[in-house]
């Protein structure tokens, strides 16, 4: 029979174990106290800090156990183990096992002072802290306060000050980082965080943490009080070991293991944070890694043994470079070198004993950390290069080195994935075994897949190998200007809350003064989505139509379509268009697909006084040459067909009445249908209605341009008012989230229907949030420009010539 | 030798914007950038004849509206792998005035 493999707790290291394991070889069951699966950890920092989103953290989703067999349990947590009778107790019942994986991890150290369980104190160890700590930071002017100065906090203080938190750092030792830093780079750590505006009290002993349900306060035991809505506990990890406790396994300051992992109890096994192996508990990530390929094996029946790693520390706030390793404390026969350049910020400190490097701190320029930390693993005797040493790779040898050259000088041993511990002689048996990319590097090897930073020295290993034939990924950014992509810049708009097209370009590192023409209409749209109140539309980001409100032609005249509301005209209506078509000499009338009349071939500068007529007889823009609301397309329904189930016409002048003049990333093109019969193409638009007797069936994602595609069904509903704030919802949800220039099914696509019904139909507090906010939005943009830029003010500024030199010429 | 013919005020034209002088000849475009220099180039894209004062200026260059042509402000060349260019005319600001040489356009008439 399949043994029984019962793994407790999914965190890194069980997922890192479940990779290495055959699964096939075991019936294994998957317990977590969190309600989700295995992620990544490490980068909870980046998604607290606005920079990533949860989804792209994940490192295990549903399919991936699914497609092994590996029954998840999650949300469920284990309160006993029975070892006499070998079974997991939870709260839904007992599970048996053959063979026990204890792998708890750690939790947050809580300072014992008065108050610590108040409402808003939290930790830093899971995605429940990250929202607790984004659901404070979203009240304006909230205060935070971090107690722990040490790797783990000051990433969640960085994050929080992004968040627009006011942030004190409460550190209970004389300089930040003191288990990676000595003081000199410590403090220039300390001014880099204050200069962007993060208080930090060193030698901070905190009394108790104030508040009657809330936290309120943080008193310290000099008597200095802060004001704070919200409390982070960061001052060290403590191993979670009550389980192992409880059932009389050895446990010290972890659970005890030996070099297989084994506990002291049979069939039992641990790894991870929750572990202590040879008296060291481990907190990295490149340990545990370790941890879980030797037990894979020692499950299995191999021989292995755990080694205990160096293991280096970098640390991820935007804008901070710094590295360490080793020891660096004063000791007998230690000698230092120390390179200073206060005023860009630098410093370098190698510890030497026996001519051998023992330790690293690198601060502002960490370019050489892998070179230092090559030599120190391997124990080279560095007497001959001593004089130059502090200067790094480019200085031996007297020839500076380019990155490639560097990479390719590399031997195989060299490590290149700090978090994996894969070596450059992996990357390259993977790359010769057929590996051409990033991506098939990465799961082939695992190098660059936890926290990413050695990506761009991955793709170094491939160019040094593959030579011209890799070619390098096109930069995911949205053109020449920039390296962020769509998403990056929305993200970012947001959590920064950057108002303008020159504070984005300044932020995220603009490489042009100005843009170009495709950054800049994108930019121009995403601001004045995220902040329709506060953004001013800027004339010069956007594309001839929209800046002039109709669509010029290729013979550089324009084409005027007045709106026709459901396609219902009037002959008031008609009579205006004839006498403007004849005032203004329209050469071609045309009738469109989106039921309205076409004039073509208008001047430039006869285009406010042809408004001017249209707006008298009631006509408003059609917004044909907008990235916006184009037309609702409908048949005449249940007023007049014999076929008709609903009034079509009627709904389709109340949804273009209240969606027009709101801009989207692309055109957007409804159509209503009085029944299935489907006059009116409802099934191929970006939103479509069908009538039925019943009521209505909405879809989405249709397209009948360059690509044709039926749309995909929404939802039933049986009123009117339901079809109308579906559309608005949904029609929201694609102004907020899609890329500029996709249209509503290349978006829908990349998100998937089933998020965009989540948010639209299933979760009802979603969709009246996001019908609300439409509603803002279009309290400023639901307007006629025409009527607008008809105004006699307009003419001289924009429409009529700078000046007329046709007699000067003639001269 | 130089005419300079004082056409209207810098602040009549937006930043990164442009607008159009007419001529016996067909318009002017005149640009302003971002850093409020000028530069005046024949409205017409050596490509389609498309209205260069209508496409989005960028550093030194404009867009043109009609295919995405990209021109040099400063010489009339077109950028990238298209090839062509339009006329470029002597222009310059004083005390918050755009002034643009006459004489080239002249010639233009004469010719």
Request: charged share 25%; aromatic share 6%; net charge negative.
């Amino acid at each position: 029979m399949t043994q029984r493999l019962v793994i407790i707790g999914a965190g890194m290291a069980s997922g890192r174990l479940l990779e290495e394991l055959d699964t096939s070889a075991f019936d294994i069951t998957l317990f977590g106290a969190e309600p989700r699966g295995n992620y990544n950890r490490i980068l909870l920092s980046p998604v607290l800090a606005g920079e990533q989103e949860f989804d792209d953290i994940i490192t295990h989703d549903a399919a991936w156990y699914a497609c092994r067999k590996i029954t998840t349990r999650f949300g469920e947590t284990v309160v006993k183990i029975d070892r006499q009778k070998k079974l997991v107790v939870t709260s839904q019942g007992v599970t048996p096992y053959d063979k026990l994986v204890i792998a708890t991890g750690s939790a947050s150290f809580l300072v014992p002072v008065q108050g610590n369980d108040l409402l808003g104190v939290v930790g830093f160890r899971d995605l429940d802290d990250v929202e607790a700590m984004l659901a404070a930071a979203r009240k304006p002017g909230a205060k935070a306060v971090v107690i722990g100065g040490g790797l783990l906090g000051l990433e969640a203080a960085a994050a929080l000050h992004k968040q627009g938190m006011d942030v004190t750092v409460l550190h209970l030792m004389d300089h930040l980082m003191e288990r990676q830093l000595d003081p000199a780079a410590g403090y220039l750590l300390q001014k880099e965080l204050e200069g962007r505006g993060i208080k930090i009290v060193c030698k901070a002993h905190t009394a108790a943490i104030l508040g009657k349900d809330h936290v309120e306060a943080v008193l310290l035991e000099a008597g200095d009080l802060f004001p704070a809505d919200l409390v982070v506990m960061a001052a060290g990890i403590r191993p979670e070991t009550r389980l192992a406790t409880e059932a009389g396994i050895r446990v010290e300051r972890g659970i005890w293991v030996d070099d297989t992992m084994r506990t002291s109890a049979d069939d039992i096994y641990a790894l991870g944070e929750c572990v202590e192996h040879d008296a060291v508990v481990y907190g990295l990530v490149a340990p545990l890694f370790d941890m879980a390929r030797v037990l894979a094996r020692t499950l299995h029946g191999e021989a292995a043994a755990f080694v205990a790693p160096t293991v280096s520390t970098k640390l991820k706030v935007t804008g901070v470079d710094l590295f360490s390793v080793g020891d660096f404390s004063d000791g007998e026969g230690c000698e230092e070198i120390v390179f200073r350049d206060p005023a860009r910020g630098i410093y370098k400190r190698l510890i030497l004993r026996d001519n051998k490097i023992m330790g690293v701190v690198m601060y502002g320029d960490t370019a050489d950390s892998g070179w230092f930390f090559d030599k120190l693993k391997s124990g080279e005797d560095i007497s001959d290069i001593r004089e130059t040493l502090i200067f790094g790779p480019a200085f031996q040898g007297g020839e500076l080195m380019d990155p490639l050259a560097l990479v390719a000088s590399m031997p195989d041993s060299a490590e290149i994935c700090g978090c994996n511990g894969v070596c450059k002689g992996t990357i390259v048996q993977a790359i010769r075994d057929g590996a051409t990319d990033l991506q098939a590097v990465k799961s082939a090897t695992k190098a660059s897949a936890s926290c990413g930073s050695c990506s761009g020295l991955v793709e170094q290993v491939l160019a040094a190998i593959l030579g011209d034939e890799f070619k390098s990924p096109a930069p995911a950014g949205i053109c020449a200007c920039t390296d962020h992509s769509h998403q990056d810049i929305r993200r970012i708009i947001r959590s920064q809350q950057l108002k303008s097209i020159p504070a984005v370009m300044q932020e995220m590192g603009w490489k042009t003064s100005c843009g170009c023409h495709v950054c800049r209409p994108a930019l121009n749209y995403y601001l004045l989505c995220e902040w329709p109140l506060d953004y001013a539309d800027d004339a010069q980001s956007r594309f001839v139509n929209e800046r002039n409100h109709a669509n010029i032609q290729k013979d550089g005249t324009y084409s005027v379509v007045p709106r026709m509301w459901g396609g219902i005209t009037t002959p008031q209506e008609l009579r205006a268009i004839a006498d403007a078509a004849e005032k203004f000499n329209v050469p071609t009338i045309h009738v469109t697909g989106g039921q309205r009349i076409d004039l073509l071939g208008v001047q430039r500068e006869d285009l406010p006084a042809i408004w001017a007529d249209l707006n008298g007889a009631g006509l408003v823009s059609g917004h044909a040459y907008s990235k916006g609301l184009r037309t609702v397309k409908t048949c005449v329904g249940s007023d007049h067909c014999r076929f008709g189930t609903q009034d079509s016409t009627g709904l389709g002048i109340k949804l273009e009445k209240i969606l027009w003049g709101s801009w989207t990333p692309h055109k957007v093109k409804l159509a209503v249908s009085g029944c299935p019969r489907n006059c009116a193409e409802a099934t191929c638009k970006d939103l479509g209605v069908i009538c039925v007797e019943s009521g209505y069936q909405v879809s989405v994602a249709g397209a009948a341009g360059m690509e044709l595609k039926q749309t995909e069904p929404l939802a039933s509903v049986e009123t009117e008012d339901e079809v109308i704030e579906l559309a608005v919802a949904f029609i929201q949800l694609y102004r907020e989230s899609a890329d500029y220039l996709d249209r509503p099914y290349k978006w829908v696509a990349k998100v998937g229907l089933d998020w965009v019904i989540s948010r639209v139909v299933d979760d009802r507090e979603s969709r009246a949030a996001l019908v609300e906010r439409f509603e803002i939005s279009q309290s400023v943009y639901r307007k006629d420009p025409w009527a607008e830029q008809a105004r006699p003010e307009y003419r001289p500024r924009k429409w009529a010539a700078l000046a007329d030199l046709t007699l000067e010429a003639a001269e | 030798m130089s005419t300079w013919i004082d056409i209207a005020a810098l602040d009549d034209i937006a930043p990164r914007g442009a607008r159009v002088v007419k001529t016996a000849l067909g318009c002017v475009a005149i640009f302003r950038t971002g850093d409020d220099k000028v530069f005046a180039l024949d409205d017409a894209c050596p490509h389609k004849k498309g209205p260069l004062s209508e496409g989005i200026v960028h550093g030194t260059s404009v867009t043109c509206p009609l295919h995405n042509w990209v021109i040099s402000l400063e010489t009339g060349q077109a950028q990238g792998a298209d090839e062509g260019a339009v006329n470029t005319y002597e222009i310059k600001v004083e005390n918050g005035r755009i002034l643009l040489d006459g004489t080239r356009l002249r010639a233009r008439s004469a010719a």
